[in-house]
């Protein structure tokens, strides 16, 4: 992160205070949760860092045996994890009530601090695994990379398609940005949810080589219960469920979670909101050895893509700009380090946006962990406020 002070800063600020500073939650409690976080994407540098921060508080040792030792406070909060992670469309307001009814109830502000804390690992470990950061050798899975052929099914959709190459080159990319930013194209709203959809039922033929992949065992997988739930496409979940499309029109950050968020956990908000915009704004006016470039449609694209993949739709957008901009290569990339970050592998980075610097890459790795991030917290924000009302 370092290529990137302006995010730098903010980032730890944020991190800093969801781990050490004022909140409801014990310094050890809030370990153990990022240690559960970190566990369900198999990010074993993350889990041996967060193991020796526990620690460092005093955090009781036999918890690190597993889920089974720890208070059932904690294990309730497994849920939770597991759906977050990966489906967090499923996330509804009953999840809050079963956390905060019973013998061992948490607060409100306790489910707030913890699902803020789940969410930042969850998407902190898409960016290790994007940045290729492993443990040193000498630890346990230290320096290993899956080696995995995936076959990629991807089908030319009418009118929503455009034709894609396998590594789009800067130039090119710069030319097609050019040529939207010029455009004002009128599209209807039924055109723009046409393409929405395209979009989403394209990504779900992207990487369907996973579906039935099995990794390694891994020791960090006691810190969390059934390994075998994991992302499945929210195309067809739209289809086979009642599962609907998260409209940002209907709730969005900025105009509904950042205030209830500031209202449940002071000053979370008001960090989290930085780093979002940030993350979305933050621009170098370059791409690969081109200067003086506009890439506000290129970064939009990511955004968007991103948060297309967990369901949420922005009204105001038109999803055909994503095929134009971004190559297979660079999709199937930016869906594995978000839905399935532990299979990554190092020809993935090797073999996307070869034109770009690495410092650039970079910077797609932390849109990636933000908007990802903002999808899980919109999930979980809108539902407690279904449970507040």
């Not at 045996?65 to 994890?81: A, C, S």
């Not at 994007?130 to 990379?145: K, R």
């Not at 994991?230 to 469920?241: L, N, T």
């Amino acid at each position: 992160m370092g290529y990137h002070p302006q995010y730098l800063d903010p980032f730890l600020r944020t991190q800093n205070y969801i781990l050490k500073g004022d909140g409801p939650l014990p310094f050890d409690y809030r370990h153990y949760i990022a240690i559960m976080a970190s566990a369900r994407h198999r990010c074993t540098y993350l889990v041996k860092l967060q193991i020796q921060e526990f620690l460092r508080q005093e955090g009781n040792k036999e918890w690190l045996n597993g889920l089974h030792q720890v208070p059932q406070k904690l294990r309730d909060l497994d849920e939770l994890n597991k759906i977050l992670a990966h489906q967090p469309w499923l996330f509804n307001k009953s999840h809050i009530e079963k956390l905060t009814k019973g013998k061992d109830n948490w607060s409100l502000s306790e489910v707030i601090h913890a699902i803020i804390l789940l969410a930042h690992f969850h998407c902190l470990s898409t960016f290790v695994f994007g940045c290729g950061i492993n443990p040193e050798i000498d630890l346990n899975e230290g320096h290993t990379f899956q080696h995995v052929t995936v076959p990629c099914n991807t089908q030319a959709i009418n009118d929503c398609d455009s034709t894609q190459v396998d590594d789009v080159g800067v130039e090119l990319l710069m030319l097609k940005m050019k040529t939207i930013s010029e455009q004002h194209e009128e599209s209807t709203q039924e055109e723009r949810l046409m393409c929405f959809q395209k979009e989403q039922n394209q990504s779900a033929e992207l990487i369907s080589g996973f579906d039935n992949m099995s990794l390694p065992k891994s020791d960090v997988q006691r810190y969390t219960s059934d390994p075998d739930f994991s992302y499945q496409d929210f195309a067809r979940h739209r289809e086979a469920s009642e599962i609907t499309t998260f409209r940002i029109q209907d709730y969005s950050w900025e105009d509904h979670g950042f205030s209830l968020l500031n209202r449940l956990y002071n000053d979370a908000g008001t960090f989290l909101d930085e780093k979002f915009k940030i993350a979305y704004d933050m621009t170098y006016h370059r791409m690969g050895s081109k200067n003086n470039v506009d890439t506000s449609t290129f970064r939009r694209a990511i955004w968007n893509y991103i948060q297309c993949l967990y369901g949420i739709r922005h009204d105001d957008y038109n999803y055909k700009e994503v095929n134009e901009l971004l190559e297979k290569n660079l999709k199937t990339n930016i869906k594995t380090l978000c839905c399935y970050p532990e299979r990554t592998t190092k020809s993935d980075y090797d073999n996307v946006m070869r034109e770009f610097r690495h410092s650039e890459k970079v910077h797609v790795n932390i849109m990636m962990l933000e908007a990802r991030m903002q999808a899980e917290l919109l999930y979980a924000l809108r539902a407690i406020m279904r449970y507040m009302t």
